[in-house]
């Protein structure tokens, strides 16, 4: 059953992917209930995570499982299994708040999407590195980025940072609140030969409290992307957002020029976005438009465009 569906989805999605020419990319996520896995390409390396969850098997049992799983996995998608990465994670609504290291061992290696490099790593966190399903919005963000001044926030590894610069924008600041990611951002910005400190920021701040700070009417773009909930200890506050939203919305939007744009984004799949109390011109969704095709009809993400 499962070598059957998943023989089925890479057909499709691997014909998709190939014309594309995206290396990067989502194969199968919990298409059957009882093969509750996220399988993901990073070039030629995969991603299999399995979501935990009541199985009624024993540890014994449940290894067994796993093994023809995995031996399934490596002979439909033709990977070796030294190349592919196994994870175990919650099944929680949204990003990971505080992202979860695993292994001491790294293993990195760069991937390619839309002529751009990025650094990898699927053995020690939770999360790969890049996150797939934005893959149109960073290319919109890179369109529309041309001498102008972007802001990145809870950026992650930076890769809007990488996109924005990419595209020409004559500066780009990239706030996050861990160290670690913003040292892989900025590794990132200089893998594809980004290196001016002055003109590509990197800003160690709680978000929340950093876009207080910001001056007004001062950026062209702002890419936000805020975990769903998060109560980091270096945090002043808990960040919860679908109470925060509209505040976080409002200050951005009290950053940008006049017509200046803000792309929010939310995994809270209950999340109801408050148009009324939020200061903007216009606010589309732009959900749909910006859903890869790896993603369709399993996309649990809001994505809004929101402009000043």
Sequence with gaps: MFQNRLTKVFRHLGKHAKRAGISCYRVYDHDLPEFPFCIEFYGDKLYVAEYRRRHGMTEEEHDTW?????????????????????????????????????????????????????????????????????RITRQMVREQSAGKKILNLFAYTGSFSVYAAAGGAEEVVTADLSKTYLNWAERNLQLNGFNSASKYKIIHADVK?????????YFDIIVMDPPTFSNSKRMDDILDIQRDHVELINDCLRGLKPGGLLYFSTNFRKFNLERDKINATSVKDITKATTPFDFEGKLFRWCYLVEK
């Design 66 to 134: 796993m093994e023809k799983s995995l031996a399934v996995i490596a002979a439909v998608l033709d990977v070796s299994r030294d190349n592919i990465f196994l994870k175990l994670r919650q099944r929680k609504p949204g990003r990971l708040g505080q992202y979860q290291k695993y292994d001491e061992v790294q293993h990195e290696f760069e991937v390619e999407e839309n002529g751009l490099k990025f650094i990898m790593n699927l053995s020690d966190y939770l999360d790969t590195g890049l996150f797939l399903d934005h």
């Design 209 to 217: 409290q950093y876009l207080k700070k910001i001056p007004s009417g």
